[in-house]
């Protein structure tokens, strides 16, 4: 079993910046890839940013330049930096860690003012 859990969403003005943080426990010698998704109310769940265990990033397209994936394999933790803030990246943020068995934290909220 793997524990994931997020922190450091919350409520910013467009421009903005916020770090999300996804810590993980239990059975983390199975966690190798992490990613983060996010899910805006009435849409589907999408791919932000995902990260290797060595360390390589992709992104969304619409994030680009702006988030920042990164981890720290001492915490167990990995960390999604966003700056320059959309309304349109308003949703519930998730951590993810794939695998035979898919893990995902509880979720927290990132809402963007205009």
């Known amino acids: 079993q793997v524990q994931l859990v997020e922190s450091g969403g919350g409520l910013v003005q467009a421009g903005g910046s916020l770090r999300l943080s996804c810590a993980a426990s239990?059975?983390?010698?199975?966690?190798?890839?992490m990613g983060w998704y996010r899910q805006a109310p009435g849409k589907q769940r999408e791919l932000v940013a995902a990260i290797t265990s060595g360390g390589s990033t992709n992104y969304a397209d619409s994030v680009k330049g702006r988030f920042t994936n990164s981890r720290d394999n001492a915490k167990n933790t990995v960390y999604l930096k966003m700056n320059s803030l959309k309304p349109e990246d308003t949703a519930v943020y998730y951590c993810?860690?794939?695998?035979?068995?898919?893990?995902w934290g509880q979720g927290t909220q990132v809402t963007v003012s205009s």
């Open positions: 239990g059975s983390i010698f199975s966690i190798n890839a």
């Open positions: 993810n860690a794939p695998g035979p068995i898919s893990y």
